[in-house]
């Protein structure tokens, strides 16, 4: 269900390296999975080196926690030892770019015309800078 939520969200196609994490919110644990459930979705593909691309669809802004943001970090670069992650994000998604920019994400390229209705913005957060992990997993 987790690839299928980021093709019906972002049409993501799916990557034999893609790995991802659906978050439910308590009040729907009880019941069959559901997409209409998902609250906050973080998936990686695009792994190359030591490199991933970050996908998330946030639908309840209400459940970004410190923790969720960091159990999102540590996966790619404590779990999978990467040194950088890489976003790429619509130019007209002013809210997700604010948010991904709060986050520590710095834009480092624009692609013209490469995103669906515009400019393709490509983000990045090196490990090093990485402030959501504690300075001994560095």
């Not at 970004?64 to 990467?82: H, M, N, Q, W």
């Not at 890489?86 to 007209?92: G, K, N, P």
Request: glycine residues 8%; hydrophobic residues 40%; contains cysteine.
């Amino acid at each position: 269900m987790v690839w299928e939520y980021f093709y019906a969200k972002l049409q993501l196609q799916h990557t034999a390296d893609f790995r991802g994490v659906l978050h439910i919110p308590e009040e729907y644990r009880a019941e069959p999975a559901s997409m209409e459930h998902v609250g906050i979705a973080v998936g990686y593909a695009g792994f190359i080196g030591k490199t991933c691309c970050m996908h998330t669809v946030i639908t309840r802004p209400d459940l970004v926690s410190p923790r969720i943001v960091r159990d999102t970090f540590a996966y790619p670069f404590i779990t999978c030892g990467l040194e950088c992650v890489l976003a790429l994000v619509e130019s007209t998604n002013g809210p997700a770019l604010k948010f991904d920019k709060k986050l520590g994400f710095r834009e480092v390229h624009r692609i013209p015309h490469g995103g669906m209705d515009d400019d393709l913005v490509v983000l990045e957060m090196l490990r090093a800078d990485c402030r959501w992990l504690s300075k001994a997993t560095h």
